[in-house]
C-alpha cells in the first residue's frame, strides 16, 4: 500500500496533551497526529493510557489544562462529544454502540435522520442513505434485519457504515479484530484500505503486530502514559516494537521459591471450542506457575476450567492422582481448588457487607450447629485470624469492605478462598488496580503461601508482575498455550515474542497461512 | 416449509397469534354464539378499557420501564371526573375527555420526572404513587360508588356504528368504545413507528449507552413515556365510566396486572426496545377471549384467572425459549483456525 507520504498537513494534532485521575497519571505530555489517507497504529500494553486518548479525542475525557487539540487547523483546549463527532472525529467502540433492537438501516441513519428537520422520520430517506453506506463499503446485506440477529463482523460493519454517514474524517477503531474470524479479519482490512484510499484517516488499535504490520502505515508506541515513539512502518521491526512496548527496566525485586515438589494438577489436552485448544500443564506443591499471554488469548477461559465455570469439551483434568471433572465453583472448592477473579469488586466481594462477613463467606457451614445457627464467637475469632495472618488494614472485622484500600480488598478476597484451606489457589490479575507498594506486599504474600506448601496459579498480563513471583511461566496465544519456561530463564521480551502472533521466531509465515484458512 | 412462512413464523407476533387461534377453537366449540359478530363486539367493548391503557403501558415498556400506578390513574380519574359530572351536571363529553387526559398526563409527568430525575426505579416510583392514589381515594370516596351520572355520558357509551336490528332483539354494531381503542392504537402506532420521537424510545429502550452516545435526551424521552401512558390512561377512564354508567372507586385495584400482562402477552420486553402495537392488541384479545370463552362455557371466574395466568406464563416462556436460542446462534464466534 501507499505510504501516503504526499499527504502533509496533519488534519488532527495533539500537543502537550496529559491526562490525570485521582492518584494515577493515566497520560503524559503526549504529542501525537493523525493524516488524512494514513492508517496509524496505535499499540500499548493493557493500561499504557489507549483508552484515554481514544476519550480524549471522542470529547468523553477532558484533558488536563496546557494541552493543545488541533484539529483541521482549528486548535482547541479540549473537545465535547458534539465538537468532536462535528469535525468527523468518530470512534467505534469495542461493543459498536448499535441499537440491538432496530434495524439495520436504521441504525446506519439514526443520527442523520434525528439531525434532519421536521419530526417525522423519512424511512425513503433512511433507505437511501443505508444502502447508500453500505454500497461505499463495497457489501451487501438484508437492511430491515435487527442489528442484534446479526454476527459480530457484520455488527461492526454497520458500525463502520455509520461513521461513514457521520461523514467521518478520523475513525477510531478500539480493538476491531478482537472478536473476528480470519477471513472477516481480511474482509475488515480491504475495507480500512478502501476507506484510507478515500482519504478518511484511522486509528487502528490491535494487539495483534501481524495485523498491525498487515494494515499500518504509522505506528505510535504508548507505555505508562508516555509517548515512546512515533514511526513509519517501513523503519519499524517486530522486534524493536516488541521492545519498545515493553521498555521498562525489570527493577522489581525477584521472589523465586525452591520451584515445588511433588505434581499436585495435571492438566492434559483440555480443549474448549472457541475458547482454548489442548491446553497442557503441571503444577507442583509450593511453586507459583504464572499464566500470561494478550488479552484475548485464553488465559482466564482455562483457569475458570478449573475452577468448573467453563467445562472443557474433551482432555482430563488430574488432581493429586485422581481424574476430576468439576462443574460448578462449589465442587471445585470441595476439591480444594480456590479461585480469586479478576475483578475482586464485583466478582470476589460483597463490598456493601463487612470484612468479617466476606472473609467467612465461603466457610459459613463450619460454625453452624445441626439447626443451622451460626456460631457468631467462633466465626469472629477465625476472621480476626485470618486478618492478622493477611495483615489486612485497618484490623476491624467489623468495617464495612468498600472502605478499605485496593490492596486490602484484594487480601480479603485470598483471605476468603484461604479459610477453605485449599491445595491450588488459583489467582487472576491479582494486582490490577493496585499501587505499586500494595503490588509487592501481594507478591509477598502469593510467595509466603506457596513456601507453606501451596501450589499457586497466578495468571496476569503484567509481565514484570509475572516475573517477579513465578517459577514457572506458561504463556498463551489464541488459545494454545505457545511456550513454558522456567521462571529464573525469562525475561520480558522472550515472553512478549511468544505472546504476540508472528513473534520473534519466524512464526511470519505460519501466521499468514492462519488468515488463509 | 417455503421462506415465507417461516418468516412469518418467526416473528414475534407468531407464538400468540397461534395461541389465540387455540382459545378461539376452544370457546367456540364450547358455545357456537362466541364467534357470532354480537359477541365479538361485545369482548371488544368490555375490553377497549384494557386495550387504550395496554397502548400507554406499551411505550412505557418499550423504555425498559413499568408503570404499576395505571390502576390508580384510572381510579382516579374516573372518581374526579365523575364527582364532577355528579355534583354539578356538567356534560360537555369533549371537555370531560379533555379532563380526564390532562390528569392523567399529570400523574403521569410526576412518575416520570421521579425516575428521570431522581433515578428512582420505576416499579418504587409508580408503586408508591399508586398507594398514594390509592389512599386519597380512600379517603375522599369512603368506597363509595359515584351513581346519577348525566345522560349524556350514558347515551355516548350506548353509541353503537353501523347499527341494525339484531335476531334476538336490541341493536347490532360497531361499538364507539371500539373507535377509542383504535384510535389510541392508530396513534401508539402512528408516533412508535413515523416520528423522531418514537425511534427514539426504540432506540434508547434498545441500549441506553448507545442513545446517550449518538446524543438522545434519555431523561426526556423517558419522562415523555409516562406522560403519555398517563394520558392513555385518562382516555381509558372516562370509556370505562362510559360503559359502567356508574363509579367504583375499587373497580381498578391490582388493575395493573391485568395491563401489563396484555402486554407481556403481546411479546413486549419487559427489558425494553422491543415490542409492537400489533402484539400488545393480540395480547389484549387473548386476555379477552380467554375471559369471555371460559364465561360462555360457565367456568367460575377463580378458575378463570388460574388459566390466564397459566396461559401468560406459557407464552411468555415461548419467548424467552426461542429468543434465548436466537442470542446463542448470533453470539456464537466463529473460532480463529490456527496455522501452527
Known amino acids: 500500500m501507499s505510504q501516503n507520504e504526499n499527504v502533509s498537513k496533519p488534519y488532527l494534532r495533539l500537543k502537550n496533551i496529559s491526562k490525570t485521575f485521582p492518584g494515577v497519571k493515566a497520560l503524559q505530555n503526549i504529542d501525537f497526529d493523525v493524516r488524512l489517507g494514513e492508517v496509524h497504529a496505535l499499540i500499548g500494553e493493557n493500561g499504557a493510557g489507549k483508552s484515554t486518548l481514544i476519550k480524549i479525542l471522542a470529547g468523553v475525557y477532558k484533558p488536563d489544562a496546557g494541552g493543545i487539540l488541533e484539529v483541521d487547523g482549528v486548535e482547541y483546549p479540549s473537545l465535547t462529544t458534539k465538537e468532536s463527532m462535528h469535525h468527523g472525529i468518530i470512534a467505534i467502540y469495542q461493543d459498536f454502540s448499535l441499537f440491538p433492537t432496530l434495524s439495520v438501516k436504521e441504525n446506519i441513519a439514526f443520527s442523520e435522520q434525528m439531525d434532519s428537520k421536521g419530526w417525522l422520520m423519512n424511512w425513503r430517506e433512511v433507505e437511501k442513505t443505508a444502502r447508500q453506506a453500505l454500497d461505499n463499503l463495497g457489501v451487501k446485506g438484508d437492511l430491515n434485519i435487527r442489528a442484534n440477529m446479526l454476527s459480530t463482523a457484520k455488527q461492526q460493519l454497520v458500525a463502520i457504515a455509520r461513521a461513514l454517514v457521520y461523514d467521518a474524517k478520523i475513525l477510531i477503531m478500539d480493538e476491531p479484530t478482537s472478536a473476528l474470524s480470519s477471513g472477516e479479519v481480511d474482509a475488515l482490512f480491504q475495507i480500512v484500505n478502501k476507506l484510507r484510499d478515500q482519504g478518511m484517516g484511522i486509528i487502528f488499535i490491535s494487539h495483534k503486530l501481524d495485523e498491525l504490520f498487515r494494515i499500518s502505515d504509522r505506528m505510535t508506541v504508548l507505555r505508562d502514559g508516555l509517548k515512546i515513539a512515533t514511526a513509519p512502518k517501513s523503519e519499524m521491526t517486530r522486534k524493536k516494537l516488541i521492545s519498545l512496548m515493553v521498555g521498562r527496566e525489570v527493577s522489581d525485586e525477584r521472589m523465586l521459591g525452591e520451584g515445588g515438589s511433588d505434581v499436585v494438577l495435571e492438566v492434559k489436552n483440555i480443549c474448549k471450542k472457541g475458547n482454548f485448544e489442548d491446553v497442557s500443564f503441571t503444577l507442583k506443591k509450593g511453586e507459583i506457575l504464572g499464566i500470561t499471554g494478550l488479552v484475548g488469548a485464553g488465559r482466564t477461559e482455562t483457569i475458570q476450567a478449573l475452577f468448573g465455570l467453563n467445562e472443557p469439551d474433551s482432555g482430563e483434568i488430574w488432581l493429586e492422582g485422581k481424574k476430576i471433572s468439576p462443574k460448578s465453583p462449589a465442587e471445585a472448592e470441595k476439591l480444594g481448588i480456590a479461585f480469586v477473579p479478576e475483578s475482586r469488586q464485583t466478582e470476589g ?79 487472576d490479575e491479582p494486582t490490577n488496580g493496585i499501587d505499586v507498594g500494595a503490588k509487592t506486599e501481594i507478591h509477598k504474600l502469593l510467595r509466603s503461601l506457596a513456601d507453606q506448601g501451596m501450589a499457586v496459579i497466578m495468571v496476569s498480563s503484567e509481565l514484570p508482575e509475572i516475573l517477579a513471583v513465578s517459577d514457572r511461566v506458561l504463556v498463551m496465544r489464541q488459545g494454545r498455550v505457545s511456550a513454558i519456561v522456567d521462571g529464573a530463564d525469562a525475561d520480558q521480551e522472550l515472553l512478549m515474542s511468544h505472546s504476540v502472533q508472528g513473534g520473534l521466531h519466524g512464526h511470519d509465515k505460519k501466521g499468514q497461512e492462519a488468515h488463509h484458512e | 416449509m417455503s421462506n415465507r412462512v417461516k418468516q412469518i413464523l418467526k416473528a414475534r407476533e407468531a407464538s400468540i397469534v397461534i395461541m389465540l387461534a387455540v382459545v378461539m377453537v376452544v370457546a367456540f366449540l364450547m358455545n357456537n354464539t362466541f ?34 400506578s395505571i390502576g390508580g390513574q384510572l381510579a382516579l380519574v374516573t372518581v374526579l371526573t365523575g364527582q364532577l359530572m355528579k355534583e354539578t351536571g356538567f356534560d360537555n363529553l369533549i371537555v370531560i375527555y379533555l379532563l380526564g387526559i390532562v390528569i392523567g398526563g399529570l400523574i403521569g409527568l410526576l412518575n416520570g420526572l421521579m425516575i428521570s430525575h431522581l433515578s428512582l426505579p420505576p416499579i418504587i416510583a409508580t408503586l408508591g404513587m399508586n398507594t398514594i392514589i390509592n389512599g386519597f381515594l380512600k379517603y375522599y370516596t369512603n368506597g363509595a360508588w359515584i351513581n346519577q351520572l348525566p345522560q349524556k355520558i350514558i347515551d355516548f357509551g350506548m353509541i353503537k356504528l353501523f347499527s341494525k336490528p339484531g335476531e334476538v332483539g336490541g341493536q347490532v354494531g360497531v361499538p364507539i368504545q371500539f373507535i377509542l381503542f383504535l384510535v389510541a392504537m392508530i396513534l401508539t402506532w402512528f ?14 429502550g434498545g441500549n441506553r449507552v448507545s442513545a446517550e452516545r449518538v446524543g438522545l435526551n434519555n431523561k426526556n424521552l423517558t419522562t415523555f413515556a409516562y406522560v403519555f401512558s398517563g394520558m392513555m390512561a385518562g382516555l381509558a377512564a372516562i370509556t370505562y365510566t362510559s360503559i359502567m354508567k356508574s363509579v367504583d372507586p375499587n373497580a381498578f385495584i391490582g388493575y395493573e396486572m391485568n395491563v401489563i400482562g396484555a402486554v407481556v402477552l403481546g411479546g413486549a420486553l419487559l427489558s425494553g426496545g422491543s415490542g409492537s402495537v400489533l402484539g400488545t392488541f393480540l395480547g389484549v384479545m387473548m386476555f379477552a377471549y380467554i375471559s369471555n370463552g371460559l364465561t360462555l362455557a360457565r367456568i367460575s371466574t377463580y378458575w378463570q384467572s388460574i388459566i390466564v395466568g397459566i396461559i401468560i406464563l406459557l407464552v411468555v416462556s415461548f419467548d424467552m425459549v426461542k429468543l434465548h436460542r436466537e442470542t446463542k446462534r448470533m453470539t456464537k464466534v466463529d473460532i480463529v483456525p490456527i496455522g501452527d
Open chain 2, 35 to 68: 364467534l357470532s359478530f354480537e359477541n365479538q363486539m361485545d369482548v371488544i367493548k368490555s375490553n377497549a378499557v384494557l386495550g387504550i391503557a395496554a397502548m400507554g403501558m406499551l411505550v412505557v415498556i418499550l423504555t425498559g420501564g413499568i408503570d404499576i
Open chain 2, 191 to 204: 408516533m412508535l413507528r413515523w416520528t423522531k420521537l418514537g425511534r427514539s424510545i426504540m432506540a434508547m
Open chain 1, 349 to 427: 466481594l460483597i463490598l456493601q457487607q463487612n470484612v468479617e462477613n466476606n472473609i467467612t463467606l465461603p466457610i459459613l457451614e463450619k460454625f453452624a450447629n445441626k439447626l443451622m445457627r451460626i456460631d457468631f464467637k467462633k466465626r469472629r475469632t477465625r476472621a480476626e485470624e485470618l486478618i492478622k495472618q493477611l495483615d489486612v488494614r485497618p484490623n476491624y472485622p467489623h468495617m464495612e469492605t468498600s472502605k478499605l484500600s485496593g490492596g486490602n480488598q484484594q487480601k480479603i478476597v485470598i483471605a476468603k478462598w484461604l479459610a477453605t484451606n485449599p491445595k491450588i489457589l488459583i489467582v
